[in-house]
């Protein structure tokens, strides 16, 4: 018997052959995407910023100013922004928590790689006291201008010594949207 059946057959088998794989094929698909999608769902934001050290970026700020500038550096609780002011470059230090977007951001993640990438926001504060830089404290209720007397726990005083009579402003940390070189 050589007629038609046993190419029937073989045309069957060759077709359910076909299925198998398709199915397969679709099936490691699937398994890539929501693997794919698994991944992305662990990775922070502080890791894609990281990914993004010398990129121009704009922060959207939580009170709806956008910070502009190229990242610098990146900790797990803040990020320091290289930009442009009025009197020329000028660094702004975002607290993480402050952030509502970022623009410009690419796909990369780069994870933590450093011991410093864990600094609070109260330690680098302390340095910019250390310092007696000048800066702009800016919250949702306005901008305080003047050096950093004291950095508590959760909180800094900001030292207006522009004014006739010095006054000492307490920002709790929560309330910084940024600290900009003033």
């Known amino acids: 018997m050589t007629g038609p059946g046993p190419l029937r057959w073989a045309l069957l088998f060759d077709d359910l052959e076909a299925r198998f794989a398709a199915e397969e094929a679709a099936e490691r698909e699937g398994v890539v995407a929501e693997l794919t999608r698994a991944e992305q769902a662990s990775i922070p934001l502080t890791d894609r910023l990281r990914a993004a050290i ?56 780069v994870p933590s790689g450093a011991r410093t990438d864990r600094l609070g926001l109260g330690h680098v504060l302390r340095g910019l006291q250390r310092d007696r830089s000048r800066v702009l404290v800016r919250t949702r209720g306005g901008a305080v201008v003047g050096r950093i007397g004291r950095v508590g726990a959760d909180h800094l005083d900001v030292e207006e010594t522009d004014r006739a009579r010095p006054v000492v402003s307490t920002v709790p940390f929560a309330a910084v949207l940024r600290v900009s070189e003033a």
């Open 54 to 109: 010398g990129t121009a970026v704009r922060c959207e700020l939580a009170d709806g100013e956008g910070v502009d500038g190229r990242v610098v550096r990146v900790a797990d609780s803040w990020l320091l922004l290289d930009g442009q002011g009025v009197r020329g470059r000028v660094q702004h230090l975002v607290p993480r928590a402050s952030v509502s977007a970022v623009v410009g951001l690419g796909r990369m993640a």
